[in-house]
């Protein structure tokens, strides 16, 4: 449970969960709630919620992704990871959260994809980057791992923890409906 109310567990070892393709017009804002239960010295990533396959760093086609990375100290997952490919299709322009967020607590991940690309943390912008992004792919949907074509990436990135809310619409929020949205789901699940 977060908060009094259910939530999806991760066991980081084999859960996904996987959507059918979605249209490539459909994901224009993004909305996750989370909870990290990460080990401590796992060098890889793990992930959330994404729409890409195993090749995202070499795919032609756009991707996005939420999840943890280990380029804090030590190699611990301290680090909020999202990923967005820029509209070249030739790069990422990515965020590392700027403070560690605290594993075992509830947080908010959010992405805008208004041609410029505005991503938040627990209701707070974080500077993304300068290139032009934005989160038009057409497949499926990965969650509590990333998804490649029915089965699972070499590294085995499932994410060890919950996953309590997504929502995703299909155009980019002006910032008061963004706010709304970012207050309902703080409330919701107590995130401070």
């Known amino acids: 449970e977060q908060n009094g109310l259910d939530v999806i567990r991760g066991d980081g070892t084999d859960d996904l969960l996987v959507t059918s393709a979605f249209s490539s017009d459909l994901v224009r804002s993004v909305f996750v709630v989370g909870v990290s239960q990460e080990t401590p010295q796992v060098d890889t990533f793990a992930c959330l919620l994404c ?3 195993s090749a995202l760093g070499s795919d032609g086609d756009d991707a996005w992704l939420f999840g943890t990375t280990a380029s804090g100290s030590g190699g611990n997952h301290d680090r909020l990871r999202c990923i967005i490919r820029d509209s070249s299709d030739t790069a990422f322009v990515q965020d590392f959260v700027d403070t560690a967020f605290v594993t075992d607590s509830a947080f908010l991940a959010s992405y805008i994809n208004n041609g410029t690309g505005v991503y938040r943390y627990n209701g707070t912008a974080k500077t ?3 290139a032009t992004q934005h989160i038009t792919v057409s497949k499926e949907v990965g969650i509590l791992a ?3 074509t029915g089965s ?5 990135n499932f994410w060890d923890g919950d996953i309590a809310e997504i929502i995703i619409y299909n155009s ?3 910032d008061t409906d963004r706010e709304a949205v970012e207050n309902y789901l703080l409330a919701k699940w107590g995130i401070s």
Not at 152 to 156: F, T
């Open 51 to 53: 729409q890409a396959d």
């Open 146 to 148: 990333q998804p490649n």
């Open 128 to 130: 993304f980057g300068t």
């Open 152 to 156: 699972n990436p070499a590294n085995l």
């Open 172 to 174: 980019a929020l002006s």
